[in-house]
């Protein structure tokens, strides 16, 4: 996610628009290529286990209260996206880590669920405008980073595997549009050299956990052709694997749905891999369930504010990056309802509130949106 509290949008339009773009890369994008499948239809409910836990209720279009897990599947989805954070516990709550993963993989994995683990590297949010290093790996260089990311990520992957839930996906970071692990993993004047040896840590450590689990990369480069192109050309050149490409796509901060389709198309051919929409939304309301302002106050021309404008933006996000040649949507967070002590700040996570709940697809009584589907 782009966002997780007040200002960071600005910040991160910031950061991209600062980043030094070859005229080589300023080229027109390829062709969209034919119509395909998306086969990883996904919703990321990393706070719905929390949800859950502090009474919150979820019901499906005909009023039946039931899992948010089985409402989702009946929706459509077949792949669940769980992120984790290093030590979220160095907070005053355990959200996100480890532990709560694991626990959450074997409903995800029991309901026929296929599973995508979100490493963060971080003890709370990563984004384009910020990647804080975990307080544990503070004082570490470049070599001790990448022995921490091999290590971190081959436990976490193999802690998974060993109680039968291996993950299907991993990303490799989150939204790491200028790197990871700052500053020792910042892109810094196009040198993608210790951002490579990070990206190489996390790639060999997953496969040598489980060799079939796919290794996404993902940005929030959706916004620009020539900004995915610095990025992935920029990893590419290092000599950095991956599987599957991922791009974030909200219509406010990344433009029109034409300009993602033309960078989807063009990251499938230009590297010859997968692509998916790692994480979309879109308001059904304007209005603010509690004390936190919300993330994403406007919609987008032809989408009004409603069950009915965030269902049609969902199906046209869908469709443009399956016409595109994507094989994957993700939605982010549509569980994260307005629930007291489920907030968005881990270091005060009790009364900090939501800034996503009107762009959950459940209302803030837990009503799911009857329109909402996710389509192969």
Known sequence: MTVKGPGRAVKAALLMAAV?????????????????????????????????????????????????????????????????????????????????????????????????????????????????????????????????????????????????TTPDSVQIGNEINVGMLWDEGKVVNNDFTNLSLLLKSGYNATKACNSGTKVIIHTANSDSDAHARWFYDGIKAKGVSWDITGLSYYCPWHGTLANMGSVVSDMKSRYGKDVVIAETAYPFTSANADSTGNSITSGCSGYALSWQGQAANFTAVQNTARNAGAIGVFYWEPTWYAVPGNGWDPADINNSGNGWDNMAIFNWTGQVNPNIKWTP
């Open 20 to 164: 030094a773009l070859p005229a080589s890369l300023l080229t027109t994008p390829t062709t969209a290529t034919a119509a395909g499948t998306l086969s990883m239809l996904g919703a990321d409910v990393s706070t719905a286990q929390r949800a859950l836990d502090l009474g919150a209720k979820y019901y499906d279009a005909s009023g039946t209260a039931k899992d948010p897990l089985d409402i989702l599947k009946g929706l459509g989805v077949n792949y669940v996206r769980l992120r984790v954070w290093n030590n979220p516990c160095s907070y005053t709550q355990r959200d996100s880590n480890k532990a709560k993963v694991l626990a959450y993989a074997k409903q995800v994995k029991a309901k026929g669920l296929k599973l995508l683990v979100d490493f963060h590297y971080s003890d709370t949010w990563a984004d384009p405008g910020k990647q804080y290093k975990p307080a544990a790996w503070s004082g570490h260089n470049i070599n001790q980073l990448q022995t921490d990311v091999y290590n971190y990520t081959y436990d976490v992957c193999n802690s998974l595997k060993s109680q039968g």
